[in-house]
């Protein structure tokens, strides 16, 4: 009777142990797999860049846009803008928050679609919930181009100015100052004091240069498609928002050439047809679009 007793209690016992070891295993998988999608995150965030140097699309246009002693961008830029928000835009679409609406058996062309939130789920960034924020809670939706110019404050409808991201320079230079690639400054202009933020961190900026010039010189691949969607997406923006020529600049004559020759191959591409094709981020297209009609 005890014998039959110890073997019935072992049989539990095993049981029990078998069920805690499959518990076990299918938690570790299910953690592994979270792990690895956070993983997938942080390096479609930028790859190659450790964690607190981190840029994003907007920081790196500023950051090539900014002169580096002065701290601060040429007041005959008028176009960084609204380039800066098309960097958002892109910005929000690589990390899967928006994405354009579907098309439908018509085609609408890539202007005539609607920006649709496709996760709320906060980024880390101010200036990107702020914009995600906006785009969630606007009924009905508004297209690509609408949303470069409401969030740039470019709308003659007084009810829609609330939509604009103000000071988004200054807010873009802190976040440099804070990952310590530039500092704080006054300058004194004849008439004002103006706050700069001169560069402190030069290998953040030569290492951002250096990708941009490698992107179209030693490592061309003469296909957009076969491009890093954030270095494909950074070059478009930084030429529409009029500062890839200073990425350029420290170039000898005959690779400026090829290289601003090939910045213009991939200007001359068209939104429309390249947005068809695999793999394509379609709001990134639309974005390059507006920036082109």
């Known amino acids: 009777m005890a014998s039959l007793t110890q073997r019935n209690s072992g049989l539990v016992q095993r049981r029990t142990e078998a069920i805690r070891s499959a518990a076990a295993d299918k938690e570790k998988e299910s953690g592994g797999e979270e ?104 009924q009905p939706p508004e297209t690509v181009q609408s949303w470069i110019e409401l969030l740039s404050g470019e709308t003659w409808n007084p009810l829609k100015l609330h939509y604009q991201l103000r000071n988004v320079r200054e807010r873009l230079a802190k976040n440099l100052v804070e990952k310590g690639v530039l500092t704080t400054e006054k300058q004194n202009f004849l008439l004002f004091d103006m706050t700069t933020h001169p560069l402190t961190n030069s290998t953040i900026k030569q290492r951002l240069v250096k990708k941009v010039q490698e992107s179209v010189l030693e490592k061309w691949v003469n296909d957009p498609h076969r491009m890093d969607k954030r270095v494909l997406a950074l070059i478009l923006l930084a030429h529409s928002s009029d500062v890839l020529e200073n990425a350029f600049a420290p170039l000898q004559d005959d690779q400026y050439d090829l290289g601003m020759k090939r910045v213009h191959t991939l200007l001359e591409l068209e939104p429309e047809k390249e947005s068809t094709k695999p793999n394509a981020n379609e709001l990134m297209w639309a974005v390059v679009a507006a920036f082109t009609k």
């Open 35 to 138: 792990d690895e999608a956070r993983r997938g995150e942080e390096d479609d965030d930028d790859k190659g860049d450790s964690k607190e140097t981190r840029l994003t699309l907007m920081e790196e246009v500023l950051l090539l846009g900014l002169k580096d002693r002065e701290g601060y961008t040429s007041f005959w830029n008028d176009c960084i803008s609204s380039g800066l928000r098309g960097c958002m835009l892109v910005e929000l679409a690589l990390r899967g928050r928006l994405q354009l609406e579907a098309c439908g058996v018509r085609r609408k062309g890539l202007l005539s679609r609607k920006v649709i939130c496709k996760s709320d789920a906060p980024t880390g960034d101010v200036l990107l919930d702020e914009a995600l924020k906006h785009i969630k809670e606007t």
